[in-house]
Each structure stands twice: as structure tokens, then as C-alpha cells.
């Protein structure tokens, strides 16, 4: 189930994007807005498939496991799944400490993720991403580009960091969310899978990281 989940969604928003970089007329404002969010939504879908791979959790098969990490790391924003891994077990070993490296002392919404984005982003990335724009301006207008792959793309970032870093960690700690400094969303399962696929059950995914994103609301 996890492959074909998986699949799915790197299948939806490879299609979704060439179907918006074709053919979307972007003076409809209200088309282009809603096709905006939908990529939005399956950038996001892609990270947390490279997410589940970190944790092994999309199939037991580790080849495959880490052929999708690279694939939507990459298709992601041109990221290296090896650092991704990396930086993510040391999240979940030390989360929200100094050796957390997705982890700020400065509590402010905007430092925090400015912090994070240079912790991430390489010049390869920047470069991968130059490229894969001037390609994609072969077939399609640069509106298109920026409406439905630059600006989901920033904006599936910034769900991922207020869902799965901001709002799960910030101080204070108190001892409900101890010991994984994490706290969690209050129930509603909707809610949950469309703020970012169920991790703002955040204390139940450090509690047992193996569970795949699909099941995870089952642990609340």
C-alpha cells in the first residue's frame, strides 16, 4: 500500500504540473488560484513521501525505499536526500535542543524559518533549480512557472515548516510533551490530512516513526 500510495502522489503532481504549465490560462484568477493551492498541496504530498522513506516507512524493500527519497527530494526542490536523512535523525534523536539542527532559540516565526531555509538550501539546489526553470520555459510561459511550480513550491515549504516544525516544537516545553519536546494538533482527522497529512499529530510520529503518514491518525 505504501508503494502505491507513494506512486500516486508523485504521479498526481507530475500530471497536475504539466496540465498547469500547459494549459491553465493564468488571467483566471480564480483558476489560477485554485490550481496554485492544489500544487501546493501535492509539493507537500511529495516531501512527506521523501519524509516516510527517511523512516523506511514506505515499504520494507530498502532499494526502493530509497529510490523514492531521492526522487521526490529531488522533484521536490532539487534537495539531497542524504543530508535530508541525516539532519532528520538527529531531529528525532535531540528534537528541539541544540543539536537539533531544525531547532531555533529564537522563537520568532520568520528568524526560525529563514534559519532553517540556510541550513538547507545548497548551490547546487539554487543551480537545479535555474536549470529545470529555463527548461520548463521551452514549453510554457514564465507566469505559468511562477503560479503553479515556484510559488507552490515555497509555499508547500512553508506548510511543512509551520505544521511539521514550528507549531510542534516552539517553547514553551511543558510535560505533556515530553520526551520528545513535540506537542500535538487536537483531534479532527480532516483537518489534519489537509494542514499537512496528518503530522500535526506531531507527538504520535516521534512517539513511533515507523508509521507511515497514511496511518498516523490512527495513533492519536
Keep these: 500500500m505504501g508503494l502505491i ?75 539531497s536526500f542524504k543530508k535530508l536523512s541525516k539532519n532528520h535523525q538527529l531531529h528525532h534523536r535531540y528534537p528541539a535542543t541544540d543539536k537539533d539542527p531544525d531547532f531555533s532559540k529564537n522563537q520568532n516565526f520568520f528568524v526560525w524559518f529563514s534559519t532553517f531555509l540556510y541550513k538547507y538550501i545548497t548551490i547546487s539546489q539554487i543551480i537545479i533549480m535555474a536549470v529545470v526553470f529555463n527548461v520548463f520555459k521551452l514549453f510554457s510561459n514564465e507566469l505559468n512557472i511562477f503560479f503553479f511550480w515556484l510559488i507552490p513550491a515555497i509555499l508547500s515549504t512553508m506548510q511543512l515548516f509551520y505544521f511539521g516544525t514550528y507549531r510542534p516544537h516552539k517553547l514553551p516545553h511543558n510535560n505533556d510533551m515530553l520526551p520528545h519536546n513535540a506537542r500535538t494538533q487536537n483531534k479532527n482527522h480532516l483537518w489534519a490530512m489537509l494542514s499537512c497529512y496528518f503530522f500535526g499529530y506531531h507527538y504520535e510520529h516521534h512517539e513511533d516513526s515507523s508509521i507511515p503518514w497514511w496511518q498516523l491518525y490512527k495513533t492519536k
Design 5 to 79: 500510495i507513494s506512486s500516486v502522489i508523485v504521479l498526481l503532481w507530475l500530471a497536475h504540473l504539466i496540465y498547469t504549465l500547459l494549459y491553465i490560462n493564468t488571467y483566471a484568477v480564480y483558476s489560477v488560484i485554485m490550481h496554485m493551492f492544489i500544487q501546493t498541496y501535492l509539493f507537500t504530498g511529495l516531501f512527506i513521501t521523501g519524509h516516510d522513506a527517511m523512516h523506511y516507512s514506505i515499504t520494507k524493500n530498502e532499494k526502493l525505499n530509497k529510490f523514492f527519497g531521492y526522487l521526490t527530494a529531488f522533484l521536490f526542490a532539487g534537495m
